[in-house]
């Protein structure tokens, strides 16, 4: 769980903020007076996706409007986050992000959107902890034997991920760095491809957050064997963190954050932000992201969430550049 995320939402005085409206806000009548949209720049049925729908009848009972998922995939999260970004900021558009949103800055030479201009955070959401997953007839069984034979053969092992600049891919890049190995990355179009592909003993070493890996772990066709935090998963009580073996920092995760358009009102950022972090910590949606997503409930203020996002958009920045990261 992230240190620089506070636990405490000042939930009460978030709403308690929101009564006392600006006259922009006042002007637009009582907000929410129609339906709201939630912008996911991935398919249906992805972590991004899983993660918004967790929201939606929570938010449709506490602000008496329908909430529309409108899943706008493609180009590592660009085309989204561009719609999000070029949005009205009235308060009638979000969006949910993950750590692309981070490494797109430094990946890419020239964004549609301005990062820090066009957009602003309003709540992290929850944050899953990316699982070292290898093929059964992997030459190796334990992360130190994975790390002893790719020194032994550096440029043998093939690692797949879940596209180019995705947290899968920068974990591994930096346990490339941390343990002076060298690896060769596999870009597949989506996680389901590449654990197919590991299942099938196509490539020995993938690393994806819990929810993809869990089933096909506990029926022996792929072995677990480390988890990039700092504590282990109630999901995966037998699975070791990195830090357990040897290597504390090798920190990596999947992580879900609700942001907006620029220029939405800050009462209204205010409101939807508390609204979030309730939903989102409530026993019933915290207990499903613990069991069986292998995720932490967050819930942060907006100024939490801006603090995490440019704290991962740096952390991100150095592992591109030093690994010298490049979309295949």
């Given at each position: 769980?992230?240190?620089?995320?506070?636990?405490?939402?000042?939930?009460?005085?978030?709403?308690?903020?929101?009564?006392?409206?600006?006259?922009?806000?006042?002007?637009?009548?009582?907000?929410?007076?129609?339906?709201?949209?939630?912008?996911?720049?991935?398919?249906?049925?992805?972590?991004?996706?899983?993660?918004?729908?967790?929201?939606?009848?929570?938010?449709?009972?506490?602000?008496?409007?329908?909430?529309?998922?409108?899943?706008?995939?493609?180009?590592?999260?660009?085309?989204?986050?561009?719609?999000?970004?070029?949005?009205?900021?009235?308060?009638?558009?979000?969006?949910?992000?993950?750590?692309?949103?981070?490494?797109?800055?430094t990946l890419y030479t020239k964004l549609p959107y301005n990062p820090k201009k066009?957009?602003?955070?309003?709540?992290?959401?929850?944050?899953?902890?990316?699982?070292?997953?290898?093929?059964?007839?992997?030459?190796?069984?334990?992360?130190?034997?994975?790390?002893?034979?790719?020194?032994?053969?550096?440029?043998?092992?093939?690692?797949?991920?879940?596209?180019?600049?995705?947290?899968?891919?920068?974990?591994?890049?930096?346990?490339?760095?941390?343990?002076?190995?060298?690896?060769?990355?596999?870009?597949?179009?989506?996680?389901?491809?590449?654990?197919?592909?590991?299942?099938?003993?196509?490539?020995?070493?993938?690393?994806?957050?819990?929810?993809?890996?869990?089933?096909?772990?506990?029926?022996?066709?792929?072995?677990l064997i480390g988890v990039a935090s700092e504590k282990r998963l109630a999901v995966?009580?037998?699975?070791?963190?990195?830090?357990?073996?040897?290597?504390?920092?090798?920190?990596?995760?999947?992580?879900?954050?609700?942001?907006?358009?620029?220029?939405?009102?800050?009462?209204?950022?205010?409101?939807?932000?508390?609204?979030?972090?309730?939903?989102?910590?409530?026993?019933?949606?915290?207990?499903?992201?613990?069991?069986?997503?292998?995720?932490?409930?967050?819930?942060?203020?907006?100024?939490?969430?801006?603090?995490?996002?440019?704290?991962?958009?740096?952390?991100?920045?150095r592992v591109i550049r030093d690994a010298k990261v490049t979309l295949d």
């Open positions: 769980m992230p240190n620089n995320v506070s636990r405490r939402t000042f939930i009460g005085t978030a709403v308690a903020g929101a009564a006392l409206l600006s006259p922009a806000v006042r002007a637009q009548g009582t907000w929410p007076n129609k339906p709201i949209r939630i912008v996911v720049p991935y398919t249906a049925g992805g972590f991004t996706d899983q993660m918004a729908r967790l929201l939606q009848v929570g938010l449709q009972k506490a602000l008496g409007q329908p909430i529309i998922i409108d899943n706008k995939p493609g180009a590592n999260s660009l085309i989204g986050v561009d719609n999000l970004a070029k949005s009205a900021a009235d308060g009638y558009t979000f969006g949910v992000v993950i750590p692309a949103f981070s490494a797109n800055t066009d957009l602003v955070g309003v709540s992290l959401m929850g944050v899953s902890p990316l699982v070292a997953a290898v093929a059964n007839n992997a030459p190796f069984k334990t992360t130190q034997e994975l790390i002893a034979y790719a020194k032994a053969n550096p440029g043998k092992v093939a690692f797949g991920s879940s596209g180019s600049g995705s947290s899968a891919h920068l974990t591994t890049e930096l346990m490339k760095l941390l343990t002076k190995t060298d690896m060769i990355h596999v870009p597949y179009k989506g996680a389901a491809p590449a654990l197919t592909d590991l299942m099938g003993g196509q490539i020995p070493l993938f690393l994806d957050p819990p929810p993809n890996l869990i089933q096909p772990a506990k029926a022996g066709r792929i072995r995966l009580p037998d699975v070791p963190t990195f830090a357990e073996q040897g290597i504390p920092d090798l920190l990596g995760s999947t992580w879900a954050a609700m942001i907006a358009p620029a220029g939405v009102p800050r009462e209204i950022v205010q409101r939807m932000s508390a609204e979030v972090a309730r939903i989102i910590r409530s026993p019933e949606i915290s207990q499903r992201m613990a069991q069986t997503m292998g995720t932490f409930a967050e819930g942060s203020t907006p100024e939490e969430c801006d603090r995490f996002i440019a704290a991962e958009t740096a952390k991100w920045g």
